[in-house]
């Protein structure tokens, strides 16, 4: 593995709002990420669109997210979720940075979806979310479940926090094509087969299919990112998310 073969991008999130531009478009296939940046008082409106699944992160500021005739009022991290066919809106009741990220849609993936529309829209806090360890990573550790595997089809977003020093061991998923994202504390690097690779803030990365990677966090390092997983084969990509995924039943902070 080079340095040339990482696919990222890094954000200037600063200043003017942001919209409408696909970060690192084409390195999934199916799936497309946006980051918009609101100002306080600004809206962003999302029509229904019956292609793919929208899953939207609050990453900064405070928010109100419209769905299905109903409203939410966030003051911190959180993940919104509607149907496809379901036109959503955001305003920002202070500067807000918001990921977007569409999943396109198959035939079996709108028969699940259709199985289970009273769960929609999906929405919870951030620091709501499951807690689990996998046999990758520390005691020390934190690592959340945003949106579990199965909740929505073909998909997973959960996260990873920790300081130094600390080691996630280096592992392979070649049956989950993977996103990073990190948060503006972030400072980590990289292990990504032989290569090491330093990751800093705002930063959208794509973690090569089938490559043996973790992460390192050494000195005043911090590690604050989440993962994204699409899952091409469900049956088998969530069979190794049962495994390696182990519920913690507690729920703990830094």
Known sequence: MKAQDIQEVKLDLKGASRSGEALLPGAIPGATVFLHVIPEGGTLSLPADSRFIRILFLCAGE??????????????????????????????TRAAHVLEIRWELIDADRAELAAKTADFPYTQRYLDAMQY?????????????????????????????????????????????????????????????????????????????????GVSVTGDEVSHYIWIDFIPDPERGNAYLDEVHKPTGTTRSF
Not at 64 to 70: D, N, P, S
Not at 163 to 178: F, K, N, S, T, V
């Open 63 to 92: 928010a109100v997210f419209a769905a299905a005739g109903r409203e939410w009022a966030y003051a911190e991290k959180a993940v919104f979720v509607p149907l496809p066919e379901q036109n959503t809106g955001v305003k920002a």
């Open 133 to 213: 360890r996998d046999p990758f990573k520390s005691e020390k550790t934190i690592s959340r479940a945003i949106l579990p595997h199965r909740t929505l089809p073909r998909f997973a977003m959960g996260s990873v926090e920790t300081y130094a020093d600390d080691l996630i061991g280096q592992h392979e998923h070649p049956l989950l094509d993977q996103f990073f994202f990190s948060f503006p504390e972030n400072h980590m690097t990289l292990l990504i087969d032989d290569l090491r690779y330093p990751m800093g803030p705002d930063t959208l990365l794509h973690i090569p299919l089938g490559s043996n990677h």
